[in-house]
């Protein structure tokens, strides 16, 4: 569970001062469930979400809430059915999904040719694949050719559900975001930039943000637990590990999913 004490050191050497920080809560008779950025890795998914629905069950019955934060496409090979997915989840009324950065790439790449670059360097190209478009043709194709295909490739009602997802999402003393938020700016005046793509000036700053802000977009091997933010970007595309953290009252935990990737064939 996170800790909740932090401690500062004057510039005088005195001996350490503990400072109490906020316990983070959601409502009494809520529990919510947060899964990291899941790049097109379906069987990911269906692990993780098995064991979060198994979770739920053996706990006491609560109003409970699974948020996607985001990143569902690019790099994994089933980023359609992962949209499926999610699609299908969404209608069920108790799932959330916010928008990531890489959703956001997709639709800028179908108006703007060096978005559609940017976008094919970051696993555009296996979303691509993953919609149908032939990997012969994807080769010989200029970005205006690829462009045109998308528009034919990427069904409506998935373009519709991208420019539906959220930008941040508010349950009790905690903030789901993708990427994080602009420290000292509130929060219903952060830029869409920042909730998508913002790091260092996020994951750098030490003091309370007014929630605790719970989100992905910067890979690291475990959680990443901090007094102020939780991070569950655990890099599935490439490690194998998928991360949903699970949180009810005051407390929260973490459950996983893995899929150690094969080891290369010797030649």
């Known amino acids: 569970m996170l800790s909740k004490l932090r401690s500062l050191f004057s510039s005088s050497g005195d001996a350490p001062e503990a400072i109490a920080m906020p316990v983070a809560r959601v409502p009494q008779g809520q529990r919510v469930y947060a899964v990291g950025d899941i790049h097109g890795r379906l069987d990911l998914f269906e692990q993780l979400l098995q064991r979060i629905e198994a979770d739920d069950a053996a706990r006491r019955p609560a109003d409970t809430t699974l948020i996607l934060l985001g990143d569902l496409i690019d790099r994994g090979p089933d980023s359609r059915a992962m949209v499926d997915r999610a699609m299908e989840l969404a209608q069920s009324g108790n799932v959330r999904v916010l928008a990531g950065n890489h959703e956001e790439m997709l639709l800028v790449s179908m108006e703007n040719d060096e978005a559609l670059r940017h976008f094919l360097r970051h696993g555009g190209k296996e979303t691509l694949f993953s919609y149908g478009l032939d990997p012969a043709e994807y080769s010989r194709s200029t970005l205006p050719d690829l462009r045109e295909r998308m528009a ?73 637990v901090q007094p102020n933010r939780i991070g569950i970007d655990t890099g599935a595309y490439a490690s194998g590990r998928l991360t949903a953290l699970g949180i009810e009252g005051g407390e929260n935990w973490f459950i996983s999913a893995e899929i150690i990737p094969a080891e290369p064939a010797e030649v």
Do not use: C, N
């Open 152 to 224: 034919a490739l990427v069904p409506g009602e998935h373009i519709a559900f991208f420019h539906a997802m959220e930008d941040r999402i508010v349950i009790g003393d905690y903030l789901f975001v993708h990427a994080g938020i602009r420290p000292g700016v509130p929060i219903e005046e952060q830029a869409t930039s920042d909730l998508r793509w913002i790091r260092r000036e996020f994951l750098d700053h030490a003091d309370w943000h007014g929630h605790l802000v719970v989100h992905g977009h910067t890979i690291t091997d475990a959680p990443d």
